[in-house]
C-alpha cells in the first residue's frame, strides 16, 4: 500500500520546494497534506540557489517585449545598420479590447469575447474599418518626416498595427508621430526551455537526489496541454525517452481518450501521449499550403487533418 504525501507552498518564489513523495506502509491508500519547512535556514538555501540558477538565458534576451516608458516609443539600437521589419503601433486601441467612446462606433470588445466571428459583424466592421482609415493616414504622416511608408501588413484585431522595411533612423522618425504608441524591430529568439526541469526541481525528482529523497518519473500524473495542434510522432511524446525509461498508462495498456479513441486514430497515441482533443472551430479552417510535422513540410495545397496535426 502507498501513502501519498504532498508538499505545498502558497509563495510563488517557492513552488519549487514542492514536491510529491510516496512512501511505503500498512493499510489502506490515502492522501495526506504536509507542510513545508519553511524556516530561515531553509529559505535562505533555496534563495541562494535560485539566483545562481536563472530562468532566462542570456541575461533576459529571449523577451520580445522591451520594458518601455510611455513617454519613450523607440529604443535605438547600437551599430544597427540596413533595413528591418518593424511593427508600427498605432495609439487607437486594437478591436479585441476596444470598449467604446467614439461617437458612432459601438464597443467591439465584448463582441469577441463572446466568440462572435469578425466577417459580417456590423460593429466590427465599422471598427476595424476605423482603425484601417488611421493606419491609411499614417503613410502621408510618415512622409512628412521624408519616410516613404510602404505597409507589409496591417493589424486591427489583436494589435492595432502595420509593419514595413525601415531603417533605424526612419523608424526613429515614425515614432515621433502623435498617432503612433511604439516602434519595435521584429526580432526573432530562441527561447531556451532546458533550464525548466532544473527550475522547478523535476531533475533532482527523477534521480532521487532532493532534500525529500525517492525517485519519481511521474507516473499517474495526467497533465492536459492547450494548443493549436500537436505533432503526435515527435520524439517528446515517445512512448520510451532517449534515457530508454518507458511512461507507463495510467489508464491501462491501450487504453486511450478522444480521437485516439476512433477507430483507426489509435496510432495517434501511446503510453505517454494518451489522447488528443480536436474542435471544430480550428480544424473547419485550419487550412494551409502544406502540411508541416517536425521532420519537415509537405507541399500542398493540403486541408490539415482533423485531429490538428
Known amino acids: 500500500m502507498k501513502i501519498k504525501t504532498l508538499s505545498s507552498a502558497v509563495a510563488a518564489a517557492l513552488y519549487s520546494l514542492g514536491a510529491v513523495q510516496a512512501v511505503s506502509a500498512a493499510g489502506q491508500e490515502q492522501a495526506v497534506l504536509k507542510s513545508l519547512d519553511l524556516s530561515l535556514p531553509v ?9 545562481k540558477n536563472q530562468v532566462l538565458e542570456n541575461g533576459g534576451a529571449n523577451i520580445q517585449l ?7 516609443k523607440f529604443f535605438r539600437e547600437e551599430g544597427l545598420t540596413g533595413t528591418h521589419k518593424y511593427f508600427v503601433r498605432l495609439k487607437d486601441l486594437p478591436a479585441a479590447v476596444y470598449d467604446g467612446g467614439i461617437e458612432g462606433l459601438d464597443s467591439t470588445k465584448d463582441l469577441l469575447k463572446n466568440g462572435v466571428k469578425a466577417r459580417g459583424n456590423q460593429a466590427l466592421n465599422a471598427y476595424t474599418g476605423h482603425l484601417k482609415s488611421k493606419q491609411e493616414a499614417l503613410v502621408s504622416q510618415a512622409a512628412g518626416k521624408g519616410v516613404n511608408l510602404q505597409v507589409l501588413e496591417s493589424f486591427q484585431v489583436a494589435l492595432n498595427a502595420v509593419t514595413a522595411e525601415l531603417t533605424q533612423d526612419e523608424a526613429e522618425a515614425l515614432s515621433e508621430l502623435a498617432s503612433v504608441a511604439g516602434v519595435e524591430r521584429v526580432r526573432i529568439h530562441e527561447l531556451h526551455t532546458d533550464v525548466g526541469p532544473e527550475h522547478v526541481g523535476a531533475d533532482v525528482a527523477w534521480t532521487g537526489t532532493s532534500r525529500l529523497g525517492g525517485q519519481y518519473m511521474g507516473e499517474g500524473i495526467v497533465a492536459g496541454i492547450l494548443d493549436t495542434g500537436v505533432n503526435s510522432d515527435h520524439p517528446s511524446f515517445a512512448a520510451t ?12 495498456d491501450g ?4 480521437d485516439c ?14 489522447g488528443v482533443w480536436s474542435h471544430s472551430t480550428i480544424t473547419d479552417t485550419y ?8 521532420r519537415g513540410c509537405v507541399p500542398g495545397p493540403q486541408i490539415r487533418p482533423a485531429n490538428g496535426e
Not at 522591451?66 to 519613450?72: L, T
Not at 489509435?266 to 494518451?274: D, G, H, T, Y
Not at 487550412?287 to 517536425?294: I, L, Q, R, S, V
Open 261 to 274: 479513441a476512433v477507430d483507426g486514430q489509435e496510432e495517434l497515441c501511446n503510453s505517454k501521449l494518451i
Open 66 to 72: 522591451q520594458n518601455a516608458s510611455n513617454s519613450q
Open 255 to 258: 487504453v486511450y481518450l478522444h
Open 287 to 294: 487550412t494551409g499550403p502544406e502540411t508541416c510535422t517536425w
Open 241 to 252: 525517452g532517449d534515457d530508454e525509461y518507458t511512461v507507463q498508462n495510467p489508464l491501462g
Open 43 to 51: 529559505y535562505q538555501e533555496y534563495k541562494a540557489q535560485y539566483q
